[in-house]
């Protein structure tokens, strides 16, 4: 009898301190986003965050979600445990996924590479569910290995449930866990990064234009994704280079999609400024009208909401940081007549986990001619490791920038002294 009473003490004493730890786990799994809009901009060379707005808000990732889906694609084309060219035979489960899709068949062989460019361009659901069995087993093991992944990457507020992002109550993230997600893309995967930049792609003898009309719009704009559903409103996550500076920036929660990419647009421009880069001329594309893949056939939006305004509510000249008093004023070298005045410049050409990586992509890129007489150096950078090229006048260095951009590698003009 003793030792059942010593037992059963025990018992309650353990139940006693674990249940304040079950009930933080329930709490933080039922937490649910409070509102729709939120919005980041990222300086991808130094990681500064130049504009923030509820960026660490819980929302609704909708379709980018499927930006985690092709970076675990990624990963298993670099192991070699997937190959483009590899056929998939899709589920019954795949092919029945709501719209979008693209009209997978059950028992249908579909190509890795055709599901990669159906995910990224036409944000098909149906692919993605192909796509997570392949690698998951199933949809729901597969979401776990994208939950795992994002804790990797420090993407501490992200929870994922599905591989297309369609409707999920705990499917969670934040405007900056999607901005570090990007930007994972550019350091780890850019050989892969073009898919995301693809303007359209053809299947069963039908071309799809990408869900993301700024592609075709701006000339600076190079990629990422769109993503919509009712309860989150029109995301969007952008990639634009001018003269070799790259950024990142996040919508989240906009009230349409004319209404987000208008404000997407706003942020890419200010962000810029704020970097000192040299203002250009955006040429705009007369693009066709195209239906919004993304926005599921049976729904219609919701856009009621004073909080989900794409107003910035800041001035064009002015850009606040989160948790900062002091404004960012737009420096005065941004003026249509900035010229980079000669000396020794240097091209940053990415940041890199290992110094063996940097020094292979050094060796990769030290034949191109505008790089001949530049001399390779690393340079820590917090975790990470800068490779640049040095000893260039500015026009070199612009030059490279350019040569460099065209063959869709990153690239940063630094100063002297920088």
Known sequence: ????????????????????????????????????????????????????????????PASLTKVMTLYLAFDALNSGEL????????????????????????????SIDTLMQAIAVRSANDAAVVLAERLGGSEAGFAEMMTAKARSLGMSQTTFKTAN????PE????????????????????RHYHYFGLKSFRFNGRTYLNTNRLLREREDVDGFKTGYTNDSGYNLIVSAQRDGRRLIAVVLGGASGASRNSHMADLIDRGFDVMGVTPQTIKVAQAPKVSRPDKPSRAKAKTQG??????????????????????IVLPASSGRNFRLPNGNWSVQLGLFQTEASAKAHLDSLGLLPELATAKPVLIPRGAMIAARMTGLSAQSARASCKALVKTRHGCLIIGPNS
């Open 1 to 60: 009898m003793t030792m059942r009473r010593a037992f059963l003490v025990t018992a309650l004493i353990l139940l006693a301190n674990f249940w304040p730890a079950v009930a933080n786990a329930q709490s933080l799994a039922t937490e649910k986003p409070t509102g729709r809009y939120a919005s980041i901009i990222v300086d991808t060379d130094n990681l500064d965050i130049l504009h923030a707005r509820q960026i660490d808000e819980l929302r609704y």
């Open 83 to 110: 190959r483009l060219e590899e056929k998939v035979k899709v589920s019954a489960v795949a092919a029945r996924t709501p719209p979008v899709d693209i009209g997978l068949r059950t028992g249908q062989s579909v």
């Open 165 to 168: 992002g369609l409707p999920h």
């Open 171 to 190: 499917q969670i993230t934040t405007a900056r866990d999607m901005a570090k997600l990007a930007n994972a893309v550019l350091v780890n995967h850019r």
């Open 306 to 327: 004073s909080e989900n305004s794409d107003s910035p509510s800041t001035p064009p000249s002015v850009l606040r940081l989160r948790g900062q008093d002091a404004p």
